[in-house]
T-cell receptor, first 110, second 114 residues
Framework: QKEVEQNSGPLSVPEGAIASLNCTYS??????FFWYRQYSGKSPELIMF????GDKEDGRFTAQLNKASQYVSLLIRDSQPSDSATYLC??????????FGKGTRLHILP | KAGVTQTPRYLIKTRGQQVTLSCSPI?????VSWYQQTPGQGLQFLFE???????NKGNFPGRFSGRQFSNSRSEMNVSTLELGDSALYLC?????????????FGPGTRLTVT
């Protein structure tokens, strides 16, 4: 059973703080990991992808991957009200299917 | 470069009818995947097409089908619509190469079945 688990939230974070979003997955052989941001009424937008263990930084976003623990996270530094959205974690499994978690709702408090 | 386009954007159908949705991928992208998104189930994978061949399929009944044309444009069809088929249908395109699975979504088609 392929599973991607996320805390549904809402996660409330004060403006300017670091938001930390977490995701676990069931297949130890998974190779590719993605974070999407979805605003209400809009389609998902790819914001980060990571393939190797460790950290990957892009602007205010950092993706962290720990394959041994089957865990991927997204950090958002200096959170802004415009970061309020649902964040979807997606994982490609060994059969090349990409499975999405149900998402974490993030609310940045002004 | 133009993004993924989907038509129509909104659709209202009655139970028992069938519907066809269309997706045009980003230029140069050869893979098109379809997803169904509902509030309760989240984003669920329907199928993926690459070079006109179905490369992967999710756990949906046979009423859901798709195809891809030589220009990479894709259509999905749902026959004998049920109320539970009401959802946002999203198409995503990618280069489709192994180890390069970054997908870019279109705006979606909102299907309402009455």
């Amino acid at each position: 059973q392929k599973e991607v688990e996320q805390n549904s939230g809402p996660l409330s974070v004060p403006e300017g703080a670091i938001a930390s979003l977490n995701c676990t997955y069931s297949d130890r052989g998974s190779q590719s990991f993605f974070w999407y941001r979805q605003y209400s009424g809009k389609s998902p937008e790819l914001i980060m992808f990571i393939y190797s263990n460790g950290d990957k930084e892009d602007g205010r976003f950092t993706a962290q991957l720990n394959k041994a623990s089957q865990y991927v996270s997204l950090l958002i530094r200096d959170s802004q009200p415009s970061d309020s959205a649902t964040y979807l974690c997606a994982v490609s499994f060994r059969d090349d299917k990409i499975i999405f978690g149900k998402g974490t709702r993030l609310h940045i408090l002004p | 470069k133009a993004g993924v386009t989907q038509t129509p954007r909104y659709l209202i159908k009655t139970r028992g009818q069938q519907v066809t949705l269309s997706c045009s991928p980003i230029s140069g992208h050869r893979s098109v995947s379809w997803y169904q998104q509902t509030p309760g189930q989240g984003l669920q994978f329907l199928f993926e097409y690459f070079s006109e061949t179905q490369r992967n399929k999710g756990n949906f009944p046979g009423r859901f089908s798709g195809r891809q044309f030589s220009n990479s444009r894709s259509e999905m069809n749902v026959s004998t619509l049920e109320l539970g088929d009401s959802a946002l249908y999203l198409c995503a395109s990618s280069l489709g190469r192994k180890s390069s699975y970054e997908q870019y979504f279109g705006p979606g088609t909102r299907l309402t079945v009455t």
